[in-house]
């Protein structure tokens, strides 16, 4: 057993025994996204060196968003910790929502968080969650399909090449979608995919004044843009499909492209779950060429509401989970294309996971998302796939239930547009912005 072995087991054993007495049972609610399922499966470590046990309630992210802002703007005090993000997370601790993470150990080494996501957690610089794991998005696509096509994917390519890489691949008769996007309503789910790629296309949300801008050429020429290729090229249904449908689809070879969270590199690269593991590349979101490009910034992290009764206990599961010694633990024992990426800087600096083949492409991505001026025209708000003030969650989710019923083929673009304008104002208007 080496020195460092022994520290580890000898601290391992100071924090049952200082625990054993004071051991908690946490309740945890997380998204039913792959890494944190995966997080589930060790929980048994956690509770090995802490004495506490855990409670999961593991919710579709739609659900998991309406029930944790719910409970904490209640004070209904279910949980304690909640899988929130950058756009809840600097609002709720604000309101004083959220217990300050400002007292991490010094072994858990809160420096070493990606300044992209410390930044996007914090509030007037104090961090109020720590990131499980970060994310931006990029193209993922069949390397072999590419090349059936006879075309060549960019490192930085453009969305008229997309659409054109999209018609080439698809193949009706067998089956194949030659690109799979999110249409699901729901602020975080599509809304956030289209939000995105809107920044590229030169739209905007709201002007420096807050006056919604959907009766606008970028926006029109953004949805209709999306519809178009996704009728000429995208799954059947696709105004229900999401991340995890998405997945699903990619990972059984139903699709040429899908442009979505870094963090779904690992699992269609992963020959135990992804049928076209060794024929995935990746490159960066698409552009219109006018400086701004369609990938969003994101961190799935982990929160203390301020009524739980177990904080102590809770710091420990937080400190655990999104430390470096978690990293190691599914490094050693899945692989380090396995680990939650784009958290910490360490794991960009270390020789094991720079040959990853997504691992540069995730950090070149989430480098270039910029919260503070993700549009063309300038606007009056923080956020690349979210506007960060406490109405936009009901907006973007009313909004986004309009676009879907677009793709679904209930309305058109125009109609659909019409209705988010309005009820965009009138909802700025009610909450004093206009």
């Given at each position: 057993?080496?020195?460092?072995?022994?520290?580890?087991?000898?601290?391992?054993?100071?924090?049952?025994?200082?625990?054993?007495?004071?051991?908690?049972?946490?309740?945890?609610?997380?998204?039913?996204?792959?890494?944190?399922?995966?997080?589930?499966?060790?929980?048994?470590?956690?509770?090995?060196?802490?004495?506490?046990?855990?409670?999961?309630?593991?919710?579709?992210?739609?659900v998991l968003r309406q029930r944790v802002t719910t409970d904490i703007s209640t004070k209904g005090g279910a949980f304690d910790i909640m899988t929130i993000g950058m756009y809840e997370t600097p609002i709720w601790g604000g309101n004083g929502w959220l217990v300050a993470l400002d007292d991490l150990s010094a072994d858990y080494d809160a420096g070493d968080i990606l300044p992209a996501m410390a930044g996007g957690l914090s509030h007037d610089g104090t961090l109020y969650a720590a990131?499980?794991?970060?994310?931006?998005?990029?193209?993922?696509?069949?390397?072999?399909?590419?090349?059936?096509?006879?075309?060549?994917?960019?490192?930085?390519?453009?969305?008229?090449?997309?659409?054109?890489?999209?018609?080439?691949?698809?193949?009706?008769?067998?089956?194949?979608?030659?690109?799979?996007?999110?249409?699901?309503?729901?602020?975080g789910e599509g809304g956030a995919f289209i939000t995105a790629m809107s920044n590229s296309f030169g739209a905007r949300w709201f002007d420096e004044d807050w006056n919604a801008q959907f009766d606008t050429r970028e926006w029109s020429d953004t949805l209709n843009f999306f519809v178009n290729m996704m009728s000429d090229s995208g799954p059947a249904g696709y105004a229900t499909n999401g991340f995890n449908e998405n997945l699903s689809l990619f990972q059984q070879g139903k699709c040429g492209m899908w442009i979505d969270a870094t963090v779904a590199a690992s699992?269609?690269?992963?020959?135990?779950?992804?049928?076209?593991?060794?024929?995935?590349?990746?490159?960066?979101?698409?552009?219109?060429?006018?400086?701004?490009?369609?990938?969003?910034?994101?961190?799935?992290?982990?929160?203390?509401?301020?009524?739980?009764?177990?904080?102590?206990?809770?710091?420990?599961?937080?400190?655990?989970?999104?430390?470096?010694?978690?990293?190691?633990?599914?490094?050693?024992?899945?692989?380090?294309?396995n680990v939650p990426p784009g958290a910490r800087t360490s794991l960009y600096e270390n020789a094991n996971y720079k040959d990853v083949p997504f691992a540069q492409m995730t950090l070149d991505s989430i480098l270039s998302a910029d919260p503070n001026n993700s549009t063309v025209d300038p606007s009056p708000?923080?956020?690349?796939?979210?506007?960060?003030?406490?109405?936009?969650?009901?907006?973007?989710?009313?909004?986004?239930?309009?676009?879907?019923?677009?793709y679904a083929g209930q309305q058109s673009v125009e109609d659909a547009l019409k209705k988010a304008q309005a009820l965009t104002n009138d909802a700025m208007e009610a909450a004093g912005y206009r």
């Open positions: 057993m080496t020195f460092k072995s022994v520290i580890g087991a000898a601290t391992a054993l100071t924090l049952v025994a200082g625990s054993a007495a004071l051991a908690e049972t946490i309740t945890i609610a997380t998204v039913n996204n792959g890494d944190m399922i995966r997080m589930q499966g060790y929980t048994d470590d956690f509770t090995a060196k802490t004495g506490h046990t855990v409670e999961w309630v593991t919710l579709e992210e739609n990131p499980f794991y970060g994310e931006s998005s990029m193209v993922m696509y069949r390397t072999d399909l590419m090349e059936k096509a006879g075309l060549e994917m960019p490192a930085a390519p453009s969305w008229s090449f997309i659409a054109k890489a999209a018609r080439e691949m698809t193949d009706r008769d067998a089956g194949i979608n030659g690109i799979c996007l999110r249409g699901k309503a729901g602020w699992f269609v690269t992963n020959p135990k779950d992804s049928t076209v593991a060794d024929s995935v590349g990746f490159a960066l979101a698409p552009d219109n060429g006018m400086g701004v490009r369609s990938n969003w910034l994101w961190a799935w992290a982990l929160a203390i509401p301020a009524g739980t009764q177990n904080v102590a206990a809770a710091k420990q599961f937080i400190e655990w989970a999104t430390s470096k010694d978690y990293i190691e633990l599914v490094a050693a024992n899945e692989g380090w294309a708000y923080v956020g690349v796939q979210f506007a960060a003030i406490p109405e936009f969650a009901g907006i973007a989710t009313e909004v986004s239930q309009e676009f879907s019923a677009v």
